[in-house]
Nanobody, 123 residues
């Protein structure tokens, strides 16, 4: 089993920054990709960014392009999400996820999930 533990959420003013971290542990053969999803109240969970674990190619949702950066540290089995110029609509619970196969921008195949970390953006 793979365990994913997120950290770094919190309350920030609009225009501010946060960095989320997700550490993987357990029987961690290298994933194909890891991603950050978010879910706002009353909305579906949506993918925010993803990274191919081996070649570090990335995917971003249009709504965060130019503001968010996903990165990974292979030695630490950790993926990060640097969030800059945060907007109130970025608020929600952010989840880290990992998949072993497939297209990194698609939710299908993300079988491992963290417990989530809350991001609140005040206007």
């Amino acid at each position: 089993q793979v365990q994913l533990v997120e950290s770094g959420g919190g309350l920030v003013q609009a225009g501010g920054s946060l960095r989320l971290s997700c550490a993987a542990s357990g029987r961690t053969s290298s994933p194909y990709a890891m991603a950050w999803f978010r879910q706002a109240p009353g909305k579906e969970r949506e993918i925010v960014a993803a990274i191919n674990w081996s070649i570090s190619s990335t995917y971003y949702a249009d709504s965060v392009k130019g503001r968010f950066t996903i990165s990974r540290d292979v030695a630490k089995n950790t993926v990060y999400l640097q969030m800059n110029n945060l907007k109130p609509e970025d608020a929600g619970v952010y989840y880290c996820a990992a998949k072993k196969w497939g297209t990194m921008s698609l939710r299908v195949g993300y079988d491992y999930w963290g417990q989530g970390t809350q991001v609140t953006v005040s206007s």
